[in-house]
């Protein structure tokens, strides 16, 4: 499997639901469809953004399905199906790969804090369990509590399925040591939409993107320009998309990325507690800034 398999564009799909607080699974239908046809090479279902913690089972699996069908051959669709208890992460990764979807979004164990070595054990024993699942492991220290170093992430590139990371740590030297310390054979994906062009320059292929709900085109742009030596091109979209970058993280997300989407005319109804509704002084902001992207 090549290090492009997932594409350069990948959406961290919300979670869209109705008045009742139910999955909305026609809403995720339409959007799963509408990402694909406007510059997302994939989409990760029931990840952060997607309200995973806060998803059953039952509800992940209907939507991996919902999601798998809208989009079709079109684009790959990724499952978050991570836990901190690795026999749960089994299981789900198992149901997905059934399920047949194109991968599996890994998040390091939280809560817990296995050191090091538990680390390995715990994405090599998934790993393991779905050997012919391509696997992205997903490090956001800022949310688990832990931090998986790029010697870690070396030697679990070793294990075959294991064939990109998202590396959310914010840190751009430890980005440059996972490219080094791997060598090209791990895709390397950025987790912050406003670190996506500087991780590129390190060796990285991509980005797992919050703002691709809204500017998923010009985000593709900018990487392809980028690639295709189009350098100033790229940072020029980078330049211009940043405002949005930051307004869309000026609360814990995926808050502002629904309210965004509401104003964009997306039924994508509220959010699950302990997470609420965008405060009003931010949502102004919010509407200021989605002025710029009509």
């Avoid at 046809?37 to 953004?49: A, E, H, K, L, M």
Wanted: glycine share 8%; aromatic share 8%; charged share 15%.
């Amino acid at each position: 499997m090549s290090v492009s398999e997932f594409g350069h564009v990948i959406t961290a799909m919300v979670t869209p639901f109705d008045q009742q607080g139910k999955v909305n699974y026609a809403v995720a239908e339409s959007l799963a469809d509408y990402l694909v046809s406007n510059g997302s090479d994939g989409i990760v279902v029931c990840g952060t953004t997607g309200e995973s913690p806060t998803l059953t089972w039952e509800e992940e699996y209907q939507l991996f399905k919902v999601v798998k069908a809208a989009v079709g051959d079109r684009g790959k669709v990724i499952a978050g199906t991570g836990s901190n208890s690795t026999a749960e992460a089994i299981e789900a990764t198992s149901k997905a790969a059934q399920l047949g979807l194109d991968g599996s979004l890994q998040v390091v164990p939280y809560y817990n804090k296995p050191p090091q070595e538990g680390l390995y054990q715990h994405f090599q024993a998934i790993a393991q369990a779905v050997p012919d699942f391509p696997i992205m492991l997903y490090n956001i220290p800022s949310r688990t509590g832990q931090n998986i170093l790029p010697e870690t992430v070396a030697k679990l590139a070793k294990i075959e399925n294991i064939v990109a990371i998202k590396e959310a740590s914010g840190n751009l030297e430890q980005a440059c040591w996972i490219s080094r310390l791997t060598g090209g054979s791990l895709a390397i994906y950025a987790g912050d939409d406003a670190l996506t062009l500087p991780i590129l320059t390190v060796g990285g292929i991509g980005v797992v993107s919050v703002a691709s709900h809204l500017v998923g085109t010009q985000i593709q742009q900018m990487i392809q320009a980028f690639f295709q030596g189009k350098t100033k091109e790229a940072v020029e979209i980078n330049v211009n998309l940043l405002s949005l970058f930051k307004v869309l993280f000026c609360a814990t997300n995926p808050i502002p990325i629904k309210a965004a989407l509401k104003l964009k005319g997306w039924d994508v109804g509220s959010l699950r507690l302990p997470l609420c509704e965008l405060p009003s002084e931010l949502q102004v902001d919010l509407e200021k800034v989605l002025q710029e992207f009509r």
